[in-house]
């Protein structure tokens, strides 16, 4: 790889003027600026949390007046962040989703948008938060309470879990049928008051208000009672069953709901 | 068996000639310029590029959530992220072993005084003076820093994500804050370095053939001596070796001296 070959001392061409040639030492400026930023890096992980929630509070109130949407690829500037499970974004619409209750209880169903806009609809507006830090703000979901939709199948007594389905093939998830039949967990059909779009997990996303949003599963396409618990698709990641925001997964972030 | 014949015949004659371009193109390139890099260092720079780029495309795949729906597979994709961004740093290690590059690496991390006039001026008059670049402009010194904390700090900050059951929660906001932030400034730094070589044909040509013109060299690095003899240590005094001193109870300024060009001679004392 070393080129050895000698080298003439006289050049072809007339010297330069004096200069200034790197002999000596010189400045080991190299050194100092790598040691400087791994100094700043490690300060920066000492103080980088209490930092980011200060800018998340000015970002999310900048972008939410930022016409142009480029506050929102800021880290924490922008909301939502896109964690998808599958290999691309499923879609279905008007004629081809269903949802089904099923598993065990006595009055199996199976709904189309339709029927699902026709039930009596609930509207909640809290932030959400995402188990990985980021939270968005006041952010509106309406749709049919699970309770609704639970006590019209007519839950057995066997039946203590919920087990939900999705039709992308891999999202899980899965609650207790006490934390499901609370009053802020729904079947949302919409999102800041328009269609829950596809890459958000429409037309039909689970919303657990109280919940980490990983507990909110995405293209929601089915609801089984079952017998026990089953985990979900990120509780095989390590991430907790009972997702409640603040007291779960070793966080302590404000209660969303 | 003519079938055979020929084809051998053809293979030989190809090899003839692939032989003799390879030979011309190298006497060319000789001819025509000065050894800039040595091809141990072309390729950590080749090794490096594309470890870069894989992990900065992927970060973008996580990170902008239009092109994070275009791509998914984020399992996947936080894989290739976290592989090609930890193998980072084996290129330049493996390189250490090349004794140019180890060179080349204590160039660029010395600055001397005509480094701090270059810099000066790059900031008050927004130019690059080539009269005050040696074989590395100040400009390429920092950056060449840069990329190494930055690398350091990225590879710090990611392990510290990648097994989060090794640090508490709040190490772990902390390293989410620095590797965003950190990303976005060597985003825009890179994207500096990506128009530097657009601007420049023949640095680019030098990275990939090794060679540059030396019409180049005046013009860009004015103070660079590839054909000094500091660039190519000889074997008996090699920056390896115990320094034996020459003539003993010379100063080490006048020996430096005489090696020195004439312009210089003649301001020694």
Not at chain 1, 56 to 66: C, G, I
Not at chain 1, 134 to 139: H, Y
Not at chain 2, 245 to 267: D, M, N, Y
């Amino acid at each position: 790889m070393e080129d050895r070959t000698p080298r003439p001392v006289r050049t072809p061409e007339p010297l330069p003027p004096p200069d200034p040639e790197e002999h000596g030492r010189g400045t080991p400026v190299g050194r100092r600026l790598v040691l400087g930023m791994l100094g700043l890096g490690a300060a920066g992980v000492a103080v980088g949390g209490d930092v980011q929630d200060k800018l998340d509070t000015v970002l999310a109130s900048v972008s939410a007046k930022d016409p142009t949407g480029v506050t929102a690829l800021l880290p924490g500037g922008g909301g939502f962040r896109f964690y998808s499970v599958s290999n691309s974004i499923p879609h279905r619409g008007e004629t081809d989703y269903r949802l089904t209750v099923g598993g065990l209880v006595d009055k199996p169903a199976s709904y189309r948008l339709a029927d699902l806009r026709a039930l009596p609809q609930q509207r909640l507006v809290r932030d959400v938060q995402c188990v990985t830090g980021w939270r968005v703000p006041k952010t509106a979901f309406s749709g049919v309470l699970l309770s609704t939709l639970l006590d019209a199948a007519g839950v057995r007594d066997q039946g203590t879990a919920i087990h939900f389905s999705c039709f992308d093939g891999v999202y899980t998830e899965s609650l207790t049928l006490d934390q499901a039949r609370r009053n802020d967990m729904l079947v949302a059909l919409t999102m800041n008051d328009k269609p829950v779009t596809a890459a958000h997990g429409g037309p039909v996303r689970l919303y657990a208000a109280p919940m980490y949003f990983y507990k909110s599963a995405k293209w929601l396409s089915g609801i089984t009672v079952t017998k026990d618990v089953e985990p979900g698709y990120w509780e095989h990641y390590g991430y907790d069953v009972d997702g409640w925001v603040g007291k779960s997964n070793g966080r302590h972030d404000d209660p969303t709901s | 068996m003519t079938w055979t014949g020929g084809s051998a015949s053809r293979t030989a004659a190809m090899m003839t000639r692939l032989h003799e371009s390879m030979a011309r193109a190298h006497a060319s390139r000789a001819a025509a310029g000065v050894r800039r890099f040595t091809r141990a260092e072309t390729w950590v720079h080749r090794a490096l590029a594309w470890l870069m780029g894989v992990c900065v495309f992927t970060a973008a795949c996580l990170y902008f959530p239009p092109l994070a729906e275009i791509v998914g597979r984020r399992r996947l994709v936080v894989t290739v992220h976290e592989w090609s961004g930890i193998l980072l740093p084996v290129p330049p290690l493996l390189g250490l072993a090349s004794r140019a590059f180890r060179a080349d690496a204590g160039r660029l991390g010395r600055f001397f005084p005509h480094d701090w006039r270059w810099l000066r001026v790059a900031l008050r008059r927004r130019r690059r003076e080539s009269t005050l670049a040696g074989k590395f402009n100040a400009g390429q010194k920092l950056y060449a820093a840069f990329t190494v904390g930055s690398v350091l700090v990225m590879a710090g900050t990611g392990l510290i994500m990648w097994f989060p059951r090794l640090s508490p929660l709040f190490w772990r906001t902390g390293a989410t804050f620095v590797h965003d932030w950190l990303a976005l400034l060597i985003a825009a730094v890179i994207a500096g370095h990506v128009r530097f070589a657009v601007m420049d044909p023949e640095s680019r040509r030098g990275l990939r053939t090794g060679y540059v013109p030396r019409w180049w060299v005046g013009a860009e690095h004015t103070l660079w001596r590839p054909d000094a003899p500091k660039s190519v240590p000889d074997k008996s005094n090699g920056p390896d070796k115990p320094v034996e001193p020459v003539e003993p109870g010379v100063p080490e300024t006048r020996r430096r001296g005489r090696e020195a060009p004439k312009g210089e001679q003649g301001k020694a004392p």
